[in-house]
């Protein structure tokens, strides 16, 4: 297994023990591989992570089942794309499967390239192979320029470019980071051919417990069931979250797998479970739609968070003084 870190051209952030997992050199961490993936390489932003024990696997339901059952201690994965949305192999497995807690959130640009053996041209592809949601973010370059090859599925983009590297043909050309280039001696035949340029793709550390202490700047994702698929319910969950100024970043709806048409909601909301306006709404959640799965509070990224939940503390602290100072006046019995 390749341990290098990609160089910096390459863009790259049952009740749980309230101790998250502390990282050491003999901490296990899980992540998509083989080496030139784009996990890798968002892994290696962390310098914390990358001084730990890697362990690739060939896929993401792999990583978190060897979290669940112990064989690692952490697992890295991706779960949202800009252009394609929740990467749904690691979206249902927190949501159904496992109970596993996300401790940390990694921001990282997405780039990709076209890639083959050294001397070959595109004139000369006749296939090209990549992990289906980075093919999918490539669909323009791909309908334009590479109408003529057929496009197959690997397990992931690292994979595809493996198998070019091995194979004995010159007509095959793989899609995905430059830093798969590089790990297999591949010459990029066109770059940056993503359909948009502010492509990202968020990823998320997970372990079997711990929730990170708060730090003023938090997420926390949970998976909210309804109790009954009724009118209004949707409106009943997201009037917990309105009637306390929680902001939600993200909520979108995935079916249940028990039957057509029962839908559950995979909500990421701004904060903490230690504050107390979080954990309020979570209880109210919890009495009054029967199901909610707590996914973890963690670090957020970006620039938002801390000031949004400081606007909303002031707010809360200003009604909290109105109303006792009108409960003073109430008469004595």
Not at 115 to 139: F, H, N, W, Y
Request: with cysteine; hydrophobic share 40%.
């Amino acid at each position: 297994m390749d341990n290098t870190a990609p160089s910096a051209a390459h863009d790259a952030s049952a009740a749980p023990d309230p101790a998250p997992v502390a990282f050491t050199p003999t901490t296990a961490v899980g992540y998509l591989g083989p080496a030139g993936t784009f996990t890798e390489q968002a892994l290696f932003t962390q310098s914390d992570l990358a001084g730990c024990e890697l362990r690739p696997f060939r896929r993401i339901p792999q990583v978190l089942n060897a979290v669940a059952s112990g064989d690692i201690d952490l697992g890295f994965v991706a779960i949202e794309n800009a252009i394609e949305g929740a990467v749904n192999a690691t979206v249902d497995v927190l949501a159904f499967d496992l109970e596993l807690l996300i401790q940390r959130e990694v921001d990282m640009a997405i780039h990709m390239s076209l890639m083959a053996k050294p001397g070959t041209t595109i004139d000369q592809l006749t296939e090209v192979r990549s992990i289906p949601v980075a093919s999918a973010q490539c669909r323009q370059y791909v309908a334009e320029d590479l109408a003529h090859v057929r496009i197959e599925p690997t397990n992931s983009t690292a994979e595809a470019a493996q198998q070019v590297a091995e194979s004995d043909r010159d007509s095959i050309a793989a899609i995905g980071p430059a830093r798969s280039a590089e790990v297999y001696g591949l010459e990029i035949l066109a770059d940056r051919i993503e359909d948009h340029p502010d492509n990202r793709t968020r990823f998320v550390t997970v372990a079997r417990q711990g929730i990170p202490a708060p730090t003023g700047h938090d997420k926390t994702s949970i998976v909210v069931y309804q109790r009954a698929n009724e009118p209004g319910s949707l409106m009943s969950i997201l009037q917990e979250f309105a009637a306390r100024s929680i902001n939600l970043s993200n909520l979108q709806s995935r079916p249940t797998k028990s039957k057509l048409g029962d839908y559950c909601f995979l909500i990421d909301l701004d904060g903490h479970i230690a504050d107390d306006v979080v954990a309020d709404g979570l209880r109210n959640l919890h009495m009054k739609q029967g199901g909610v799965k707590f996914l973890g509070s963690y670090p957020a990224v970006g620039d938002t968070h801390g000031e949004i939940r400081h606007a909303h503390s002031a707010s809360d602290e200003a009604a909290e003084a109105w109303l006792a100072e009108l409960r003073s006046q109430v008469a004595a019995d």
